[in-house]
Structure formats: structure tokens, C-alpha cells
């Protein structure tokens, strides 16, 4: 009994596990094996084509998404470290002030926001508009249905996950342990880059983790922002899934999806060595 | 005149704002510290040492007065323009580096060649016993082994003087006592100026060539630890050092007289404030004889120490109670003298009553 102990305590979250994670996706992946259609019904083929098809079909938008994710992951970070860097040093006693502005757009839904975007950026809106009224923008300006305006969403709506994990790395950076590099005759600079920086590349490894797979994936700022030329892959497997009802093709895609960001956060962990990032980390 | 003092510092005040008000943390020091010495700030925590400290460091600019190494005034130069290092009360070492890359990163910083720094790291790491260790990570070491890595971080850049803010505060007895001795070793071999802050007068005491005992922002007393210990400058100075018995009374003609007590204050008149070290002080049940300062009184507690007996003695010629404290050596027996509640005599050589201030 008591060498089961351990096991019998862990047997919750295993449950869980099996039941909101293994079993969908073992449900997903015999789907995504599956040929009918809506009306007759699926059956089980192993047709392994599906993944081939679906594929080749819609490899621009599986390209497209990996880049629009990853620009905006780029753009988050250059964003989201200064910030987290100035309220975890400079934020003083309104750090939690800060914390909380930080958190305030999820008080409104994840649709709605994207959507007051699609009217900031309106071709004739608030903004473009007066300032086309004014002269100050040649007619033709347009923001809206281009990669810049999907990215822009993308970036503007998980900053937050940026945010938050490199300043609780930030947070955790002894301001001593930077005195000591001071004291050791390194410029600001160098401190930062020799001590600070190194410190919180958990965070920023986190950050990236919580922005890149979500920000690929997404189908609500491509449809809303992105018009019909920005198509994401997200987009795709809703169609697939909710407009086609073709379900096979849907989840072959989201299993490819997955394979490939697994492969990239893979890629990503093996070439920022995750021994450092952890080691750092559990300090 | 022998030559620079390594650090001098002049007037210095350092004021803080706190939730708007103004706070005077240090209220004006003037230290000069000699070049090879083994200076200690000591004192309670808030009484400034920490922030004098940081200001010879240059993490904190000085509201007013100067601070100058080898006589060069250097108040508005950042930290890493200086030739000082510091040795961190948490030791602050990085943690992401190994022992090598932690101490090699001053001279890194400083572009020294390469060769150099690998002799010199090597070098210092033997000297602080930390060869075969030098691909460590500091969490991967202990209290006593961090505390040397942060040492040789330091000393390895060969600084003009070195800072070292309580290093030994986070380490046991034992091992505290064991580096205290390892410190004053490894000062005499670099030859280099050591300021050591500590709110621990014994290690202020053992170590130190001098002492600055510090209070609420001021010098209380600079002297050699002797000095400090035998003649306080100040009640403070005689309460913070060890334990002392203070007598306050007026005399007349030389002589601190109440009831059968007599404190032989030669030489002083009127009002006056003597201390007294309870090792100093003799317990006996006869009357003492006449050349020695005599007090009597009733024994309220005897505490056994091991190496020492603690006598607590009410005076009976005292009208507001006032308790002396004698430490008795069990040199022959551990047999107390005197027991909880018996009448005895007190008495002192006249040289070792101390008038405070004079």
C-alpha cells in the first residue's frame, strides 16, 4: 500500500489527462483516418491519403500561418521584454497596478476586441478616415485584409502571454546579482546583456511557447482582420470542420498542425539549449 | 605623512526620500582608512553602515560631502569606473555561470588578455582552496564554498580596497569562526585594504586593525578594537561592545561614594558615567581591600557558561536597582562562589572603571 501511495495520489490528474486530452485525440486521429461524408456516414479506412491531400491543398495556408505566427511572436518580443523589463524594475510600488492594466482587455471577449480593431483600422473609420479627411493619407491607404493588419491582431491580442512570463523571470533577477556586475566594472549595458538577459531567457523561452502555438493557429484575426487573401490554416479547419463537415480532412490538418509546431518548438528548445534554460530556471 | 589613505570620506550625508518625507540614513561621516588595513564598520542594523558602504562602492551618490580613493575624489563615478569590488551580504554571485566564468567576469569586463585572466583566476582560485571546482555552478555549492567564490570574484581584479558587507552572516558559527580566520589570512596575503561591515562586534573585534562604531547615521567611536573594548567613547559604544556595567552617580574629590559602595574615579569631579567590564570585576564574601572600587550587593541570578560564571547582582546601595553583571573564570573548580540571593562584595581595580567620554 504504501509503495502505491505516490501512484494513488497522481491517479487524478491522470484521469484527467486521459479523459480531456488522450481520448479526444485518439478519437481526432481515427477520424483524421476515416472516408464518407456527412450524410452516409465515416468509416474507418486508414486512408493515410487524407493527410497527403488535405496537405497539398492547403500548404500555402499551413506556410502562411507559420510565418504570420512567427512574425508576430518577433514582434511581441520586442514589444512585450521592454515592458516587462520597466514594470518589473522600474515599476516601483504600482507593479501590481500595472499587472492588472496589463490583464484588463481579457475582461472583454477575445472576438469583441479583435473586432473594435476592425473598426480602428477601417479603411474609412475613426482614425483612417479623419486623417484621409485631413490629407494626411493618400485615398488609397488601406490597413484592413492585409498580413500587416493580421499580425498586428495576432500580436495585439497574446502580448500578454509574452508579457507575463518574462517579467515573473525579470522579477526573479536579484537586483544585487546586477550590482555585482556593476561592481565588476560592466557598463549597463554589458550587465544587462551579460547577466540580466541570460536570466530571463526562461521567460522569454515561456513567452514564446504561450504566443507562437496559439498566434499559428488562430482563425479569429485572419477572418475578422485578414479579409480573403490573409487565410490561416485556423481558418481552413473551421470551414472544414463546421461549413464542409468534411471531419476527416479537418483533423488530418490539425494533427499536421500540431506536428509541426511540436517539431519547431522542438527545433527551437534544441538550438536555445534547453539544459541552460531549465538550469537557469530551477535556480 | 604616510602616503594616500586608501579611502577617505568627508562629511558625507546621505539622505533618502520615504513616503515623502526626508530621511537622514547617514548624518555626516568623516572616515579616513589607511592603505593594508582591515577596517570594520560596526553597528546595530539601520545605523548607516551599510549605506557608507554603498556609497564607497558607488551604488548610492552621497547628498552631501565626498568620497575619495587614494586621495582622487570620485562621489559621481558609477561603480564599475571604480577600483573598489564588493563582496555581497547574499554574495550574489551569478547564477547562470560557473565558478571560473564568476570570477573571471571583472577581467573579462576590464579586457584583460586571455592568458592572463587564466593565470590570474587559477591563482586566485588556490588561494581561496577552490581548484578542481572550477566548472561548478554556485547552487551546486555550499554557504562556505559561495562565500569564497564571491571573495576570489572580487579579489582576483586586485581592487585598491575591498568591500565586504556582512559576508559571514549566512553561515554557521563554526564555519564563521573558521573564515573570519581564513579572511585575515587570505588580507594579509593579497595585502590589500579590507572595509568589512558587520553588526557582529565579535567578529568587528577579532579581525579589525580599526573600528568605526557606528549609531543612528554617526561615528560613535574610531579606534583600534582595544581601545573600543577597554575605553568606550560613548554609553553606546560601551552597550554594543561586549556586555558593561554603567554606573552613574557624582563625585566628589575623585570618589563615586553611595551608602558602603566607593567607585575610585581619580581625577574627576561631578557628574559622571563609569563603565566597568564584568570579567574585570572580583566576587568575593569579605570585605575587599581599601585601594580597590568597592560595591556591595545581593546576587539576584548565577548562570553556569562553561568556560565562565555569570553573576547577576543587585547593588544595595543603589536606589534604582541597578544590576552589574561579573564573569568569574572556572579556572580551578566550577563551584560558584556565591549562590542565588547571598550579600557580597564587588571590587574592581581603580584602572579599570571607566569614565565615559573623558
Known amino acids: 500500500m504504501k509503495r502505491l501511495t505516490p501512484y494513488l495520489l497522481v491517479l487524478p490528474s491522470w484521469i484527467w489527462l486521459a479523459i480531456f486530452l488522450v481520448v479526444p485525440m485518439a478519437a481526432m486521429a481515427s477520424v483524421s483516418l476515416q472516408t464518407g461524408n456527412a450524410i452516409d456516414g465515416f468509416a474507418m479506412t486508414f486512408s493515410f491519403s487524407n493527410y497527403g491531400d488535405a496537405l497539398s491543398r492547403y500548404s500555402t495556408q499551413l506556410l502562411r500561418s507559420l510565418l504570420y505566427g512567427g512574425l508576430a511572436t518577433v514582434a511581441m518580443m520586442l514589444i512585450g521584454y521592454p515592458v516587462a523589463y520597466w514594470i518589473a524594475f522600474r515599476g516601483g510600488r504600482r507593479k501590481s497596478m500595472y499587472l492588472f492594466l496589463l490583464l484588463l482587455p481579457f475582461f472583454v471577449s477575445f472576438v469583441l476586441r479583435t473586432i473594435s480593431w476592425n473598426f480602428l483600422l477601417a479603411d474609412n473609420g475613426i482614425l483612417f478616415g479623419t486623417l484621409k479627411g485631413w490629407g494626411l493619407l493618400p485615398e488609397g491607404f488601406h490597413v484592413l485584409a492585409t498580413t500587416f493588419a493580421v499580425v498586428g491582431g495576432l500580436t495585439y491580442n497574446f502580448l500578454p502571454f509574452m508579457i507575463l512570463p518574462i517579467y515573473v523571470a525579470l522579477e526573479r533577477v536579484d537586483p544585487r546579482v546586477v550590482e555585482a556586475a556593476q561592481d565588476l566594472y560592466a557598463t549597463r549595458g554589458a550587465a544587462f546583456r551579460r547577466v540580466v538577459l541570460p536570466l530571463s531567457l526562461p521567460g522569454v523561452f515561456a513567452g514564446v511557447l504561450m504566443t507562437f502555438v496559439p498566434a499559428t493557429a488562430d482563425p479569429i484575426n485572419a477572418a475578422i482582420l485578414g479579409g480573403t487573401s490573409n487565410t490561416m490554416i485556423g481558418n481552413i479547419i473551421q470551414t472544414e470542420y463546421l461549413t464542409n463537415l468534411n471531419y476527416p480532412t479537418a483533423s488530418a490538418l490539425s494533427f499536421t498542425l500540431m506536428a509541426v509546431l511540436l517539431v519547431g518548438i522542438f527545433v527551437y528548445a534544441r538550438v536555445l539549449g534547453t539544459e541552460n534554460v531549465l538550469e537557469a530556471a530551477a535556480r | 605623512m604616510t602616503g594616500l589613505n586608501a579611502i577617505e570620506l568627508e562629511d558625507v550625508v546621505k539622505e533618502y526620500l520615504s513616503h515623502g518625507e526626508v530621511v537622514q540614513a547617514v548624518k555626516g561621516v568623516t572616515l579616513d582608512i589607511a592603505e593594508g588595513e582591515f577596517f570594520s564598520l560596526l553597528g546595530p542594523s539601520g545605523c548607516g553602515k551599510t549605506t557608507t558602504m554603498r556609497m564607497i562602492a558607488g551604488f548610492e551618490e552621497p547628498t552631501k560631502g565626498l568620497v575619495k580613493l587614494h586621495g582622487q575624489d570620485v562621489t559621481n563615478v558609477p561603480p564599475n569606473k571604480r577600483d573598489v569590488n564588493m563582496v555581497f551580504q547574499s554574495y550574489a554571485l551569478f547564477p547562470h555561470m560557473s565558478v571560473w566564468d564568476n570570477v573571471a567576469f571583472g577581467l573579462k569586463q576590464k579586457k584583460t588578455p586571455q592568458d592572463e585572466i587564466k593565470r590570474r583566476v587559477g591563482e586566485m582560485l588556490e588561494i581561496v582552496d577552490l581548484t578542481g571546482r572550477e566548472k561548478r555552478r554556485p547552487r551546486e555549492m555550499s554557504g562556505g564554498q559561495q562565500q569564497r567564490v564571491a571573495l576570489a570574484r572580487a579579489l582576483v581584479n586586485r581592487p585598491r580596497a575591498l568591500l565586504l558587507d556582512e559576508p559571514l552572516g549566512a553561515l554557521d558559527l563554526k564555519l564563521r569562526q573558521a573564515m573570519q580566520i581564513e579572511l585575515k589570512r587570505i588580507q594579509r596575503e593579497v595585502g ?69 559602595s566607593r567607585v575610585l574615579v581619580p581625577g574627576h569631579d561631578g557628574d559622571v558615567t563609569v563603565t566597568v567590564r564584568p570579567e574585570k570585576i572580583a566576587i568575593g564574601t569579605e570585605e575587599p581591600a581599601p585601594e580597590m572600587s568597592v560595591v556591595r550587593g545581593t546576587v539576584t541570578e548565577v548562570v553556569y557558561l562553561g568556560t565562565y560564571n555569570s553573576y547577576a547582582v543587585r547593588l544595595s546601595d543603589s536606589t534604582d536597582g541597578t544590576v552589574i553583571t561579573v564573569f568569574q573564570q572556572n579556572a580551578h573548580d566550577a563551584t560558584a562562589t556565591a549562590e542565588r540571593g547571598d550579600s557580597v562584595w564587588l571590587s574592581w581595580q581603580a584602572r579599570h572603571s571607566y569614565v565615559i567620554g573623558s
Open chain 2, 192 to 260: 590589500i585594504t579590507f572595509v568589512y561591515v558587520t553588526h557582529d562586534q565579535s567578529e568587528a573585534l577579532t579581525m579589525s586593525d580599526r573600528i568605526a562604531v557606528m549609531n543612528d547615521g554617526l561615528v560613535e567611536q574610531l579606534a583600534s578594537p582595544r581601545e573600543i573594548y577597554e575605553r568606550p567613547a560613548t554609553g553606546f559604544v560601551a552597550g554594543f561592545i561586549g556586555t558593561s556595567n554603567l554606573l552613574t552617580g557624582t563625585a566628589v574629590g575623585g570618589v563615586l561614594k553611595v551608602g558602603d
